[in-house]
């Protein structure tokens, strides 16, 4: 929390920030519109890219998520950072659940034969 008492809002400072929100408005030319509409992008997990890719790998077959990524993205965005990455994750998630599956399976069977 700041000590520091906040200015009074006077109506010559109000002016004054009314006439530099005009000066300080965003883009104006058609090309500086296009390129701040790709900052939202810039990340990649807002693109419908990389959302088709986390829905795609959410819903693929068992032991399928490089064959569902390599369907889904083009070679150069299999090697871009933001996508291989969450390929990565997906494969490693998915080798915890099959050596999950396996280790409860075999709990399960250890179970079965003390019972018997």
């Not at 009314?18 to 300080?24: C, E, H, P, Q, V």
């Not at 810039?42 to 986390?54: A, E, F, I, K």
Request: charged share 25%; with cysteine; glycine share 4%.
């Amino acid at each position: 929390m700041s000590l520091r008492k906040s200015p009074t809002l006077t109506p010559a400072r109000l002016a004054a920030n009314r006439r530099n929100a005009l000066r300080s408005s965003g883009p104006r030319t058609a090309w500086g519109k296009a390129w701040s509409r790709l900052n939202g992008l810039r990340s990649g997990t807002r693109s419908v890219l990389y959302r088709d890719l986390v829905l795609g790998l959410l819903y693929a077959p068992a032991c399928a998520v490089d064959r569902t990524a390599r369907a889904l993205l083009s070679p150069a965005e299999t090697a871009h950072p933001l996508f291989s990455e969450f390929v990565d994750l997906a494969r490693q998630a998915e080798i915890e659940v099959v050596c999950a599956r396996r280790w409860f399976a075999t709990l399960m069977e250890s179970s079965r034969r003390k019972r018997c």
